[in-house]
């Protein structure tokens, strides 16, 4: 994929066309990705970045690794245990939208955004210089909560019942997740820049043991929310097609 916003683009458009041909839920996490990455380039060019090429470069490149995780997967090989139990759940039945988003959150965020930073800062010397566009990308990716919330109103009528199953609001549940998960990709990323490249996929290999056990948890969250998330499940569209027209028809009128 060319790293910049109109080759995003037509990768994203690829994944959703073909969940949409082949019947899974991958697409909706690629449609929420997508509005994501056209918010970024818009604030790009509203000049709300220190460097809007770096910035360009620096979302795209982070993007491929989940275009190049979702290609993997679909030739048969084996992308990073996050990715994989994020797609084998989009070809499950019972996983509800909620748990599909968050789970594409959890691989790409807790694990590919710290791979891409510490890659692209090359050192230990640059790595703070990206600090501010780091930051700016978590913001956007915080503000669009609230658009997900439409997203998951029109696609899960009855996700509101894992508020109230869970103890707390899904803005205080994404945000509180986002939040860690920047967190944990800025102290990956620090990590990695002090080693030699060689250590590299040890060092990948275990922190993506410690995602793909997030993961685990976002699928099964224990007996009373995994029967209430049943619930929502049964209100929702059967199928990944109609799943995914929901979504795609709020996103197609958001701002």
């Excluded at 290609?71 to 939208?97: D, I, K, L, Q, Y």
């Excluded at 990308?137 to 899960?156: F, P, T, Y």
């Excluded at 056990?213 to 099964?220: K, N, S, T, V």
Aim: charged content about 25%.
């Amino acid at each position: 994929m060319e790293a910049t916003f109109d080759g995003c683009a037509a990768s994203f458009a690829k994944v959703i066309d073909r969940s949409r041909q082949e019947g899974d839920r991958v697409g909706l996490f690629a449609c929420m990705y997508e509005r994501v990455t056209a918010a970024v380039r818009a604030r790009c060019e509203d000049g709300r970045f220190v460097e809007t090429a770096r910035m360009e470069h620096f979302v795209c490149t982070f993007a491929d690794r989940y275009f190049a995780a979702h290609e993997e997967w679909r030739s048969g090989g084996s992308p990073t245990r996050s990715w994989a139990t994020a797609f084998a759940a989009a070809r499950t039945w019972r996983p509800v939208v909620l748990q599909h988003l968050l789970l594409g959150m959890n691989a790409h965020i807790n694990l590919d955004l710290g791979i891409t930073t510490a890659t692209l800062a090359g050192s230990p010397e640059r790595l703070p210089a990206m600090r501010s566009d780091f930051d700016a990308v978590n913001d956007v990716l915080a503000s669009m909560v609230d658009l997900s919330q439409d997203e998951l109103a029109a696609a899960s009528p009855w996700f509101g019942l894992v508020d109230h199953l869970g103890g707390r609001h899904d803005e205080a549940l994404i945000c509180f997740s986002l939040r860690r998960a920047r967190d944990q990709a800025w102290a990956l990323a620090q990590h990695l820049v002090t080693l030699p490249e060689a250590a590299w996929p040890a060092e990948i290999d275990r922190v993506d043991g410690e995602v793909a056990g997030i993961a685990r948890r976002i699928l099964h969250p224990g007996f009373v929310l995994t029967g209430g998330l049943a619930l929502v499940r049964l209100r929702e569209p059967w199928t990944s097609g109609r799943a995914l027209d929901a979504v795609e028809r709020t996103a197609l009128a958001g701002p």
